[in-house]
Nanobody, 118 residues
Framework: QVQLVESGGGLAQPGGSLELSCAASGTMSSIYRMAWYRQAPGKQRELVAVALSGGTTDYADSVRGRFTISRDNAKNTVSLQMNSLKPEDTAVYYC????????????WGQGTQVTVSS
């Protein structure tokens, strides 16, 4: 079994920064894809940023240029540096991973709250 444990999040002022981290532990062959999603109240969960094992990254248009996703393949971790935060970034952020065991399975973290408010 695999666990994704998130840390970080909390309260930030508009224009401020926060960093989220996620660590995967358990039995796995490799991690193909790690990503961050978010879900605001009353809205669907949306993809924020994704990082593939080969180094490719991509971002939602709403966060491009403000957020940076980073992976450490040796440590099975992924982080999300969030700068220039806006109130509309307020949401529960979830870490997600596609893990090869060798079958490919989805795993989710428990979620961490990010609130941007003055």
């Amino acid at each position: 079994q695999v666990q994704l444990v998130e840390s970080g999040g909390g309260l930030a002022q508009p224009g401020g920064s926060l960093e989220l981290s996620c660590a995967a532990s358990g039995t796995m062959s490799s991690i193909y894809r790690m990503a961050w999603y978010r879900q605001a109240p009353g809205k669907q969960r949306e993809l924020v940023a994704v990082a593939l094992s080969g180094g490719t990254t991509d971002y939602a248009d709403s966060v491009r240029g403000r957020f940076t996703i980073s992976r450490d393949n040796a440590k099975n971790t992924v982080s999300l540096q969030m700068n220039s935060l806006k109130p509309e970034d307020t949401a529960v952020y979830y870490c997600h991973a596609l893990i090869v065991q060798p079958a490919i399975r989805n795993y989710w973290g428990q979620g961490t709250q990010v609130t941007v408010s003055s």
